[in-house]
C-alpha cells in the first residue's frame, strides 16, 4: 500500500529511522534509500554530513568544506543527486523507499522528489524525515498523503 510516513526531526532522528531500518529487515522487507549521520572533519566546526545507502551498499559525504565561517547552507546538489541515481538502480523491488530528510532540493521538486512519487506509484512506503521548519513545504508536497508518526512506532504490513 503506498504511503508517506512522516517523521519530526530531533536529535536522535538519524539512529531512530536506522533502528526502525534493522528492524524492518529483520521482518523480511527489502528497503532503499538513504539514512543520514555525521562524521567528524578534521580541522573544521562542522561534521560532514554522510548519507549510507539504507541498503548496504555505500556511504557518501554530501557536504560541501565551505569554511568555518560558513554560514549558508552546506548540502553538494551535485553530490545529491549522483546518490539519487544510485538508489533508484536499487528501488524495483523494494517494499520501503527511506529518505533521510525532507529538504531545500525536495522543496524545488528536485533531490529525491521525483524517486519519491515512482515509489509511491510502485505502491511502496515512503518513510522521510521533515524538520519543523520544511514541514510547511512538505505538507504542500505530500498533498494529504502523508501521515506522521516516530519511528518506534511505525508497523509496515507486508502487501
Do not use: Y
Request: include cysteine.
Amino acid at each position: 500500500m503506498a504511503q508517506i510516513i512522516a517523521v519530526p526531526c530531533g536529535a536522535d532522528t538519524d539512529a531512530a529511522l536506522t533502528a526502525l531500518r534493522d528492524r524492518l529487515r529483520a521482518q523480511g522487507l527489502r528497503v532503499a534509500g538513504v539514512l543520514q549521520d555525521r562524521a567528524p572533519a578534521p580541522g573544521r566546526a562542522r561534521q560532514h554530513m554522510v548519507l549510507h545507502d539504507a541498503a548496504g551498499g555505500f556511504s557518501r559525504v554530501i557536504s560541501q568544506d565551505l569554511g568555518d565561517g560558513a554560514g549558508g547552507c552546506r548540502l553538494d546538489p551535485g553530490a545529491l543527486e549522483d546518490i539519487v541515481q544510485q538508489v533508484a538502480t536499487g528501488l524495483p523491488g523494494a517494499d520501503v523507499l527511506f529518505v533521510n530528510r525532507f529538504g531545500k532540493q525536495e522543496e524545488l521538486g528536485r533531490g529525491f522528489a521525483p524517486l519519491i512519487a515512482e515509489a509511491l506509484g510502485a505502491g511502496m512506503t515512503v518513510i522521510i524525515a521533515v524538520a519543523d521548519e520544511k514541514r510547511a513545504a512538505f505538507e504542500g508536497f505530500a498533498g494529504g498523503l502523508a501521515r506522521w508518526s516516530v519511528p518506534g512506532a511505525i508497523q509496515i504490513d507486508r502487501a
